[in-house]
């Protein structure tokens, strides 16, 4: 006998059960454990950061973590499933500021102290979040959360710091100034691929675009017509500081006169010279040429104006010997596209940067580490660099040298952290030299399997062609340090373990962070002075990137590489693209651990889309567009958010709105529908006492017993083929397909007068055994994709311990016949065609016909077959009649009184099963029933189908208990 189970099911509570059964017998535990023979399979999680609470994005990544480590330990891998955490970088450091009300980074050093601020930071992401554990639990996910590691662990940084070491030692990281990024309010640059992460990161701005007017310097400047070059800039901010301009020497230049001025532009872009054509415009511009024309006096290209000397604006700062200002240099970047042609040039840009390192020009820098301009620069200091703006084109206007200023919309990157606006800086930093590692890289990706297949050739290797020098240090505190001890004289050691620090400095270490740190001093080898250790932090995705070392304390612990390294999977959303896989690739390359050249961010990347809100925006809480996921996952539980979201196109990279509705569905569909057929065989099966002992012959199967076998058998190859593949959308749909359309609407619905009491032991016992062997072997097949109500129906069908124990199935290729498929799906079709035949003659199915024509068909069905179209469309019996044309069908409708009592009789069997159910009466337990008439004929028909023991006649219909 089985546990008897309920139509009726309430999957969230049958969850809660099955995760105590889980917890109370160490299933988890027991699964680690199961026999390997095909050794390790690796994945790598990527940590969440510690506190807070798992939104849906983080489910969405920890469902294929769950899927595919069950389906290779069923498969008989053994895989490895710790939980991270990710503690450290600005999450903490904000949180603890806002705790401590600092306001200014400046307060963690002159007022709190470094100490106070890293004790804090450390308490905050001590504070682990155990609702996540609620969460993972009931999402079905199986992980080591006892045994999770701390990107802030000792152990954690060490590997971090043999990390940098490697790359040190190869020659991939340099100090340098460069421009990156920068949160004035952070004080630290970013990183841009933190802040591409994310589309809230940018916020569209209104600024204002101006033409400014530089005087050319001429060697007689005795002409009473002065010329100006005209420049065209959004940031008057870094106006105060332009030490050169730069034309494209190639492109057509013209020097135009205009009422009493002479202005040189790009000849593509005279159009700014007319106001009509210039809409955006404001009325109140100070120097808009009121609609005057100019004449052209000139024509040339770039390469005249290049060296040519300009009068600047501001010039109070010295300028460094050897060094150039105040001239025209030439640029291959400079487009007529945008305002004039010509571009002004200081420090706050990538491009102008690299210009002035080449050119020799001199590198001033006017803002302080909090975005002010410093105190020594005239009229401006003390202001925050965007109050500037204002000022320094009223200076201008009021000096003539702005030619017009409009407003411009532009996106502007925010802080992905304090939503500050960001701009581009000039730093001192260390980086990553990755354009070494470009052609590598490139080459190295061609060996990962990425799904969707289109990223490989796609956006990760335009972000690897893209890629600047990743700048890897942060002027914060709460990280593992950048472990360089710099001498005044130049010499540098970088320990690449604890054990080397602690022999050269002869101090023991018990801490990696600030401020500890920072007191440990070494004696320079070369000159003998006492070192330092330079101040800045890494960045946090250093450690994301060497999370396969970190967590395994590679290599302080040994272990081969090659036995977890490169995973042999990863998976998270298309924002780690620039991110997470690109720092994982970069590391790889740079390390080269693998002699055999398998050096690459993972063997295969699954890559999932976005769960946006209902409104299609970004889910926030302050547009309530969304439905809380705990609430959810309690009202419809965990295997329906698996299937909803295994089964979306967010498995395929593209980016979903999260829909309550679409969650709901999954139980009203697959889940119901396999829930009825299981509870259906459960409840036959324990009223005729059938036993699982009872060991199927195949040479007494059915058509339709062969049929659903060989179903059976090709969707087992097909899961199986798509979950190699990572492809769980596939896997989901043909599942779904066989439970609803194949297994429930036509092998049980055939077989139900088989299965009944009334019908004969050897068929009855058939069909419950094959109803039984598919529900096992689907329940295997469900055990990674919904592993909660897998193991329920296998347990109670099974008796064993845990469906998450077995092999995965594999199929049994005898079984597979695609030459029945074919003629199923024949007859299928036929009974649909004639369902709506019947339909629109209005005759309902219980009235028996005496015969069904299929015309225009030659017979190619077998007999079996053919007996279940007649079965199924009831009628007496079934012609085919040949002929050239469309398949076409019709009824012989003719109801004779012999079929007429037959149908009647069958009408009273509904009835009374009816009857019989809403006594609730057991299957074979044997009923009376009173009826005004009926057909004398169909008597003992109606007693054998309805389980009636005696008939009577009355006034009126009723059904009583024998
Ligand atoms: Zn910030
Ligand atoms: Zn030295």
């Not at 990024?181 to 952070?186: A, D, G, Q, R």
């Not at 990706?445 to 490989?456: A, D, L, M, R, T």
């Not at 023991?508 to 007191?519: A, F, G, N, Q, T």
């Not at 089964?647 to 309550?660: K, T």
Request: aromatic letters at 12%.
């Amino acid at each position: 006998m089985f546990k008897p189970v309920s139509p009726k099911v309430d999957f969230p509570k049958l969850e809660e059960e099955i995760l105590k059964y889980w917890k109370e017998n160490k299933i988890f535990e027991k699964s680690l454990k199961k026999e390997a023979p095909y050794g390790n399979w690796t994945f790598l999680d990527g940590p969440p950061f510690i506190t807070g609470l798992p939104h849906y994005g983080s489910l969405l990544s920890s469902i294929p973590k769950d899927v595919f480590p069950r389906f290779k330990t069923m498969q008989g891998y053994k895989v490895r499933r710790v939980w991270g955490w990710d503690c450290h970088g600005l999450p903490a450091e904000n949180k603890v500021e806002e705790k401590l009300n600092i306001k200014r980074k400046k307060d963690i050093e002159n007022t709190i102290g470094v100490k106070k601020f890293i004790d804090e930071c450390k308490l905050y992401v001590s504070e682990v979040s155990t609702e996540w554990e609620w969460y993972v639990d009931h999402i079905g996910r199986w992980v080591d959360f006892k045994n999770a590691y701390k990107t802030m662990d000792l152990s954690y940084m060490e590997s971090v710091m043999w990390v940098f070491k490697q790359m040190y030692d190869k020659g991939l990281i340099y100090k340098g100034l460069r421009v990156t990024l920068y949160c004035p309010h952070c004080a630290t640059p970013i990183s841009n691929f933190e802040v591409a992460m994310d589309a809230d990161n940018y916020k569209e701005i209104i600024d204002p675009a101006t033409t400014y007017k530089y005087e050319l310097k001429l060697k007689s400047q005795n002409s009473k017509v002065k010329t100006y070059i005209l420049a065209w800039s959004t940031t008057p901010w870094n106006k105060i500081v332009t030490p050169a301009l730069a034309v494209n020497p190639k492109l057509t230049y013209v020097k135009v006169r205009m009422g009493t001025e002479n202005y040189i532009l790009a000849k593509d872009t005279l159009k700014i010279l007319s106001k009509k054509s210039h809409p955006e415009q404001s009325e109140g511009s100070l120097n808009d040429n009121n609609g005057k024309d100019y004449k052209i006096l000139e024509e040339f290209k770039g390469e005249k104006l290049v060296g040519k000397k300009f009068i600047p604006h501001y010039d109070y700062y010295v300028i460094d010997k050897n060094k150039k200002a105040f001239e025209i240099i030439g640029r291959d970047f400079v487009t007529a596209e945008e305002g004039t042609g010509v571009v002004t040039i200081a420090a706050y840009g990538e491009e102008d940067l690299k210009a002035m390192k080449q050119k020799s020009i001199h590198i001033e820098m006017h803002l302080d580490e909090e975005g002010t301009i410093k105190r020594d620069v005239p009229k401006f200091g003390g202001m925050y660099y965007l109050k500037a703006n204002k000022y320094v084109n009223e200076d201008l206007q009021k000096r003539g040298l702005v030619y017009k200023e409009y407003k411009y919309s532009h996106n502007v990157p925010l802080c992905w952290r304090c939503h500050t606006r960001l701009y581009y800086a000039p730093q001192n930093a260390w980086y990553v030299n990755v354009q070494i590692l470009k052609d590598k890289m490139k080459k190295t990706n061609k060996q990962v399997n990425w799904f969707p297949s289109h990223f490989q050739e796609g956006r990760f290797l335009k972000s690897l062609e893209s890629a600047p020098d990743w700048n890897i240090s942060r002027n914060r505190y709460f990280g593992s340090p950048v472990p360089v001890w710099e001498c005044e004289c130049g010499e540098r050691f970088v320990p690449g373990s604890i054990k080397e620090l602690e022999e050269k400095s002869g101090r023991k270490i018990h801490d990696l962070h600030k401020p500890e740190i920072d007191e440990i001093t070494i004696k320079c080898k070369k000159c003998g002075k006492k070192t330092y250790r330079v101040p800045e932090v890494l960045d946090s995705w250093i450690e994301a990137g060497s999370a396969s070392f970190g967590e395994r304390h590679y290599p302080f612990i040994h272990q081969n590489v090659k036995d977890f390294y490169p995973p042999d999977f990863i998976g998270e959303y298309t924002g780690q693209i620039r991110a997470w896989f690109y720092v994982l690739h970069v590391i790889a390359n740079a390390l080269e651990l693998r002699d055999d050249g398998l050096n690459t961010l993972s063997k295969n990347v699954l890559v999932e889309g976005v769960i946006l809100g209902t409104d299609g925006r970004k889910m926030s809480k302050n547009y309530g567009n969304y439905p809380d996921p705990k609430e959810l996952l309690q009202k419809y539980g965990g295997d329906a958010l698996r299937l909803y979201l295994l089964g979306s196109p967010v498995m395929n990279a593209e980016d979903i709105l999260i829909s309550e509705e679409q969650y709901r569905n999954q139980i009203k569909g697959m889940m119901l529908i396999l829930w009825n057929s299981y509870s259906f065989f459960i409840m036959y099966a324990n009223t005729v006492s059938w036993n699982c002992d009872v060991k199927l012959k195949t040479d007494e199967l059915t058509i339709l017993d062969k049929w659903i076998l060989a179903k059976l058998t090709k969707l087992v190859l097909e899961v199986n083929k798509s979950l190699e593949k990572f492809d769980s959308i596939t896997a989901i749909r043909l599942t779904e397909d066989f439970i609803i359309n194949n297994f429930s609407t036509w092998y049980i619905r055939r077989s139900r007068d088989r299965v009944s009491v009334s019908s004969d032991n050897k068929d009855r016992n058939l069909a419950l055994s094959v109803i039984y062997g598919v529900l096992v072997t689907l329940s295997k097949l469900l055990a990674p994709l919904t592993p909660f109500i897998a193991e329920e129906i296998f347990k109670n069908l099974t008796g064993e311990e845990s469906v998450h124990l077995q092999n995965y199935p594999k199929g049994d290729k005898k079984l597979l016949d695609e030459k029945l498929i074919e003629d199923m799906d024949f007859v299928r079709k036929i009974v649909k065609i004639g369902h709506a035949k019947r339909k629109e003659l209005g005759i309902k199915v219980r009235q028996p016909l005496a015969e069904f024509r299929i015309m225009n068909y030659e017979l190619r069905i077998t007999e079996e077959l053919l007996e279940l179209i007649k079965n199924e469309l009831n009628v007496k019996k079934v012609e085919f009649k040949k002929g050239k044309g469309e398949l076409a069908v019709e009824f012989d409708s003719k109801i004779t009184d012999e079929l007429k009592n037959e149908g009647e009789a069958r009408d009273i069997v509904r009835k009374v099963q009816e009857e019989r159910k809403r006594l609730g009466t057991k299957l074979d337990e044997k009923i009376n029933i009173t009826l005004m008439d009926w057909p004398r004929e169909f008597e003992e028909e109606i007693k054998r189908r309805a389980v009636v023991n005696k008939i009577q006649k009355g006034d009126k219909f009723s059904v009583e208990r024998a």
